[in-house]
Protein backbone atom coordinates (compact mmCIF):
# COMPACT_ATOMS: atom_id res chain seq x y z
CA UNK A 1 0.00 0.00 0.00
CA UNK A 2 3.10 2.40 0.04
CA UNK A 3 3.05 5.19 -1.68
CA UNK A 4 -0.93 5.07 -2.86
CA UNK A 5 -3.72 6.75 -0.73
CA UNK A 6 -7.30 6.51 -0.43
CA UNK A 7 -9.15 10.33 -1.16
CA UNK A 8 -11.15 11.48 1.36
CA UNK A 9 -10.17 14.16 4.03
CA UNK A 10 -6.40 14.69 2.82
CA UNK A 11 -3.80 16.88 4.28
CA UNK A 12 -1.03 17.21 2.93
CA UNK A 13 2.36 18.79 4.89
CA UNK A 14 4.85 20.39 3.06
CA UNK A 15 8.59 21.76 3.86
CA UNK A 16 8.10 23.03 6.82
CA UNK A 17 7.83 19.04 8.22
CA UNK A 18 11.81 18.64 8.02
CA UNK A 19 12.34 15.30 8.73
CA UNK A 20 8.80 13.90 7.14
CA UNK A 21 8.54 15.96 4.13
CA UNK A 22 5.31 14.74 2.70
CA UNK A 23 2.70 13.27 4.57
CA UNK A 24 -0.69 12.26 3.64
CA UNK A 25 -3.83 11.73 6.23
CA UNK A 26 -6.38 10.00 4.53
CA UNK A 27 -9.39 9.07 6.23
CA UNK A 28 -8.06 5.67 8.07
CA UNK A 29 -4.15 6.35 8.02
CA UNK A 30 -0.76 8.46 7.36
CA UNK A 31 1.86 7.28 4.62
CA UNK A 32 4.81 9.01 3.70
CA UNK A 33 4.29 9.73 -0.20
CA UNK A 34 8.01 11.80 -0.49
CA UNK A 35 9.96 9.13 -3.24
CA UNK A 36 13.01 10.68 -1.65
CA UNK A 37 12.29 10.33 1.60
CA UNK A 38 11.98 6.46 3.02
CA UNK A 39 8.71 5.29 4.09
CA UNK A 40 8.30 6.01 7.34
CA UNK A 41 5.32 4.20 8.50
CA UNK A 42 1.67 3.56 8.22
CA UNK A 43 -0.72 4.06 10.74
CA UNK A 44 -4.06 2.31 10.14
CA UNK A 45 -7.01 1.07 12.04
CA UNK A 46 -8.01 4.60 13.92
CA UNK A 47 -11.34 3.70 12.06
CA UNK A 48 -13.53 5.29 9.53
CA UNK A 49 -12.95 9.06 9.36
CA UNK A 50 -10.59 9.10 11.80
CA UNK A 51 -7.63 10.91 10.09
CA UNK A 52 -9.04 14.66 9.28
CA UNK A 53 -5.06 16.19 10.28
CA UNK A 54 -2.22 15.76 11.13
CA UNK A 55 0.40 18.23 12.93
CA UNK A 56 3.39 17.50 14.17
CA UNK A 57 5.54 18.08 17.76
CA UNK A 58 8.10 21.24 17.33
CA UNK A 59 10.82 19.37 19.15
CA UNK A 60 13.98 18.60 16.74
CA UNK A 61 13.15 15.36 16.23
CA UNK A 62 9.29 15.51 15.56
CA UNK A 63 8.87 12.95 17.95
CA UNK A 64 5.19 12.76 18.20
CA UNK A 65 2.52 13.54 15.62
CA UNK A 66 -1.07 14.52 16.40
CA UNK A 67 -4.24 13.59 14.84
CA UNK A 68 -7.10 15.63 15.19
CA UNK A 69 -10.39 12.94 15.19
CA UNK A 70 -13.31 14.63 13.89
CA UNK A 71 -15.57 11.56 13.89
CA UNK A 72 -15.08 10.98 17.49
CA UNK A 73 -13.98 14.37 18.21
CA UNK A 74 -10.22 13.47 19.70
CA UNK A 75 -6.98 14.77 18.92
CA UNK A 76 -4.40 11.91 19.44
CA UNK A 77 -1.24 12.07 20.42
CA UNK A 78 0.99 8.69 18.41
CA UNK A 79 4.72 8.60 18.24
CA UNK A 80 6.03 9.74 15.16
CA UNK A 81 8.48 6.45 14.75
CA UNK A 82 5.75 3.79 14.83
CA UNK A 83 2.91 5.42 14.88
CA UNK A 84 2.17 3.69 18.88
CA UNK A 85 -0.96 5.74 20.19
CA UNK A 86 1.06 7.63 23.62
CA UNK A 87 -1.77 9.70 24.71
CA UNK A 88 -4.62 11.77 23.33
CA UNK A 89 -7.28 14.84 24.66
CA UNK A 90 -11.13 15.48 23.87
CA UNK A 91 -14.54 13.70 23.81
CA UNK A 92 -17.61 14.50 22.22
CA UNK A 93 -19.67 17.96 23.64
CA UNK A 94 -19.69 21.35 23.52
CA UNK A 95 -18.20 22.36 26.49
CA UNK A 96 -14.29 23.90 27.05
CA UNK A 97 -12.18 21.09 26.34
CA UNK A 98 -14.65 18.97 24.25
CA UNK A 99 -15.19 19.05 20.50
CA UNK A 100 -18.12 18.69 17.62
CA UNK A 101 -16.38 18.18 14.56
CA UNK A 102 -12.45 19.08 15.17
CA UNK A 103 -11.83 19.90 11.84
CA UNK A 104 -8.23 22.18 12.11
CA UNK A 105 -5.35 21.60 13.92
CA UNK A 106 -2.13 23.19 14.65
CA UNK A 107 0.92 23.42 16.87
CA UNK A 108 3.11 26.28 17.60
CA UNK A 109 6.50 26.30 18.34
CA UNK A 110 5.85 26.19 22.42
CA UNK A 111 3.81 23.65 21.89
CA UNK A 112 0.53 25.68 22.05
CA UNK A 113 -1.91 23.08 20.18
CA UNK A 114 -4.82 24.74 18.81
CA UNK A 115 -8.02 23.32 17.33
CA UNK A 116 -10.81 24.68 14.93
CA UNK A 117 -14.31 23.13 14.85
CA UNK A 118 -16.74 23.18 12.12
CA UNK A 119 -20.47 22.34 11.74
CA UNK A 120 -22.29 24.32 14.56
CA UNK A 121 -19.11 23.90 16.43
CA UNK A 122 -17.78 27.39 14.85
CA UNK A 123 -14.98 27.48 17.14
CA UNK A 124 -11.29 27.60 17.99
CA UNK A 125 -9.80 26.20 21.37
CA UNK A 126 -6.44 26.55 22.39
CA UNK A 127 -4.49 23.89 24.72
CA UNK A 128 -1.38 24.75 26.80
CA UNK A 129 1.12 22.45 27.84
CA UNK A 130 1.36 21.11 30.97
CA UNK A 131 3.69 19.07 33.06
CA UNK A 132 3.89 15.58 31.48
CA UNK A 133 3.19 16.89 28.55
CA UNK A 134 4.97 15.52 25.50
CA UNK A 135 8.63 16.92 25.14
Request: glycine residues 12%; contains cysteine.
Amino acid sequence: MQNQINLGYTLSASEFLPLVPKVVATQQLFQSLDSDAPFFCEISGLGAGSTWGLAMWPDANQTWMLNNDGENNLVRILRRTDGQVVGGFGRSGRQAGQFHWVHALAVDSKGNVYTGEVDSGKRVQKFKPTNGAPK
